[in-house]
């Protein structure tokens, strides 16, 4: 089992970072960490040298895409009233093929560090859902547009790298629905790529239960919705391990929000931003061992998934979170 942490050499991350002996690689053993999951969310790799250190890479993530994909235009300009906005968001596609070009780059940009893994996300929501809780698209039916997608690039990545899709508590890999689970890998393995997983997300699993009220709790649920996976669960390849109890907030937002504000990108950025922290708080385990969910899962990669406002912070989180 490696034990990794969340990394992207933005903001003054990189700064910190080369005050340790041998940058990167210093911080790491300082931490005693294998390495970073490396977040890679444009269409060329960094300059900061970090390759020798990535284990993995977090592809770019669009939360709101199934318009695009669909082509629903009506509702794309609603959420994005300018054209250009939408260009950006998309990273400069304006159609469903320039699209691909752009997750074939980013994939090219992960590949150059070499990694073992990619991570994917499988979700969709806009930006009234997010808010709302009532979304325009079903599980099943992101499961099947992430299928076309991932068909259309699966080409790009190697065999030998495996792809681990992430669960949300948004419509898409959400791993509560265990039929939906078996049905999306039976889709992807059609494709003709097998060296597929799961990113389990353990906040972001928490998320799925708004009841949960302590860490206690929370470690209980991850292992019950493992035992309805059945031999499903043997995809958990991985842990974005970090505690989410947000439960009380859910309720408290979907009550006030239920208006008719109509939320847009790139306008509401920031409130938006804001109120995805306060859902997916990506706080250290601290008050309970994790062992029982490790035990139970036995993953082969674990990222200490958190946010932090500086790496001196960060290795504090970790230390609190680390798997003995």
């Not at 940009?109 to 930006?127: G, R, T």
């Not at 035992?227 to 109890?245: D, E, I, P, T, Y």
Request: with cysteine; charged share 25%; proline share 5%.
């Amino acid at each position: 089992m490696k034990q990794l942490t969340n990394y992207c050499p933005v903001m003054n991350y990189a700064e910190e970072i080369s005050k340790y002996p041998n940058n990167l690689a210093g911080y790491c053993k300082d931490n005693k960490l294998d390495g970073v999951e490396l977040y890679l969310y444009g269409v060329e790799p960094f300059t900061d040298p970090c390759k020798q250190e990535t284990i993995g890479v977090h592809l770019k993530y669009w939360p709101s895409w199934m318009d695009f994909w669909y082509g629903n235009d009506n509702r794309l300009e609603k959420f994005f009233p300018k054209a250009e906005d939408r260009k950006q968001y998309f990273l400069g596609a304006t159609t469903k093929e320039q699209w691909l070009e752009v997750i074939r780059a980013n994939i090219k940009a992960a590949l150059y560090y070499e990694p073992e893994y990619l991570v994917w996300h499988v979700a969709d929501c806009d930006y009234e859902s997010i808010y709302t809780w009532d979304f325009a698209y079903a599980s099943e039916q992101v499961l099947q547009a992430t299928v076309e997608v991932f068909k259309e690039i699966a080409a790009e990545i190697p065999k030998n790298v495996q792809v681990l899709f992430e669960n949300l508590w948004w419509p898409g890999l959400k791993l509560t629905e265990p039929l939906l689970v078996g049905y999306f890998f039976e889709e992807i393995f059609k494709q003709g790529y097998e060296n597929v997983g799961i990113m389990l997300d353990t906040g972001h699993l928490m998320n799925t239960n708004p009841a949960i009220r302590t860490e206690a709790e929370g470690l209980e649920y991850i292992i019950e919705i493992g035992k309805r996976l059945g031999s499903l669960k043997n995809f958990v390849q991985g842990f974005h391990l970090s505690c989410s109890l947000s439960g009380i907030y859910q309720r408290k937002f979907i009550k006030e929000t239920r208006d008719n504000k109509q939320w847009q990108y790139p306008k509401d950025a920031m409130s938006i931003m804001h109120h995805i922290t306060a859902l997916d708080q990506h706080k250290p385990f601290k008050e309970r061992n994790v062992a029982p969910i490790v035990e139970f899962y036995n993953p082969r990669y674990i990222n200490h998934e958190l946010y932090y406002d500086n790496m001196e912070q960060l290795a504090k989180y970790i230390e609190i979170q680390r798997v003995k």
